[in-house]
């Protein structure tokens, strides 16, 4: 289970002046259990979602379940993740003309993806033209036997806080060469390591991913290598265990018009 921390406890930069150039800002959200609104950012929250749209159903083969193993007969229904509205994420800039962020994702095993787990979809909403349009009311939950119980988020309010992330595995080699002994000082005086000082392995929006693995940055179709959208990782208040994933990192790729994403998981 990760640990919720502030964030870096201090500015690195201001004790390691080489990593400044790398300085990202980062907004953690801090989900706590409630009953947020379809119109409040929320983690496993309702969702703000046009009526003239259906609600996305995840069509793999062969995804499934424990204990059975067996995959459900159609399709089935996708669960709300993260739902975000830019006024609560300042410092995210969202694509032009959008200010809501929508994450769902099938909550089945999907033994075709790399770590065997959830399948992510992303949506990006004008509020003001959903409201217009009218909300659907009748979202569809996936029925008993179609969903892991370990990818089913409980309802969660956020608490949007906002710090600054450096790169832990993305620090160029040679650098960390040459910062090692000073980087060595400061794990030992805020006993913690280098990688969890630089960023936070929680849920999160912008910086760096806390890769627990080697980087593994997606690139789209182009060429563009993607920037770092959102971290899901299984804090408490989630009720999500995930397996032995330390989360589902979302990338973006902004170059590109029709904004292509990818994910990635962490073990
Ligand atoms: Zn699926
Ligand atoms: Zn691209």
Partial sequence: MAQSFAGPPYDLDDLIPELSVFRRRTT???????????????????????ADEPWPSCEQQGHWAWPNEKSPAGTVSMVPVVQLFARDVPAFSFPEGMDVLQLVWC???????????ALPKLY????????????????????????????????????PTLVVEYPNWDLPQELRRTL?????????????????????????????PAWNQPPDWPVCERGHRMEHLLSVTPEEDLDMVMGDLGGIYLFLCRQCPELPYAHRYDC
């Fill in 28 to 50: 953690l959200l801090f989900p706590k259990s409630g009953s947020p609104e379809v119109r409040e950012s929320s983690l496993g929250g309702p969702m703000l979602w046009p």
């Fill in 107 to 117: 909550p089945l095993i999907h033994p075709q993806d790399q770590a065997c787990a």
């Fill in 124 to 159: 990006w909403r004008g509020e003001a033209e959903v409201l217009t349009t009218g909300l659907l009311r009748d979202i569809p939950s996936p029925q008993e036997g179609e969903y892991e119980e370990e990818f089913m988020p409980n309802p969660c309010a956020v608490s």
């Fill in 180 to 208: 090692q002994p000073r980087i060595e000082e400061l794990e030992e005086r805020f006993g913690m390591e280098y990688t969890r000082l630089a960023c936070a392995l929680q849920n999160k929006v912008g910086g760096y």
